[in-house]
């Protein structure tokens, strides 16, 4: 009878032993299996933000080549407006030089016309 009990509660012990094994291999497969569910499902996110980061490295490298056209680009017409700007002062000095002569002129066309008158009534007294 001892024997048969101890018999049957070995078995029995087997039997837990095995079950615990058997859940305890369930278990580590649920958990590879959502392991590598999570690691798919951030590998996605990881190469989408890759994908992101190199088009926006691409706009980066644009967006500087395109900076450099256009501060090339405004120094010229910065350039362009300073000569605009020169010329301008030019005209204005030759017009002011214009006006200088022209009155020189008048002076001197008035003291002719002054000297004329005066020899003209000279001559007729």
């Known amino acids: 009878m001892l024997s048969r009990l101890l018999k049957e509660h ?3 012990q087997n039997e837990r032993k095995e079950l615990q094994e ?3 291999r369930e278990a580590i497969a649920a958990a590879t299996s959502l392991t590598e569910a999570l690691v798919d499902h951030l590998n ?3 190469a989408q933000a890759y994908v ?3 088009k ?3 706009e980066v490298k644009t967006l500087q080549v395109q900076a450099g056209q256009f501060a090339k680009q405004t120094s010229q017409w910065i350039s362009m407006v300073e000569g605009f ?3 301008l002062k ?3 000095d030759v017009e002011n030089w214009a006006r200088s002569i022209e009155m020189d002129m008048r002076t001197i066309a008035t003291a002719l016309e002054y000297v004329h008158k005066g020899h003209l009534q000279a001559a007729s007294s």
């Open 56 to 58: 926006l490295d691409h």
């Open 10 to 12: 070995q078995a029995k």
């Open 90 to 92: 030019e005209i204005g």
């Open 44 to 46: 996605v996110g990881v």
């Open 52 to 54: 992101n980061q190199r």
């Open 22 to 24: 058997r859940r305890r």
């Open 85 to 87: 700007n020169q010329a």
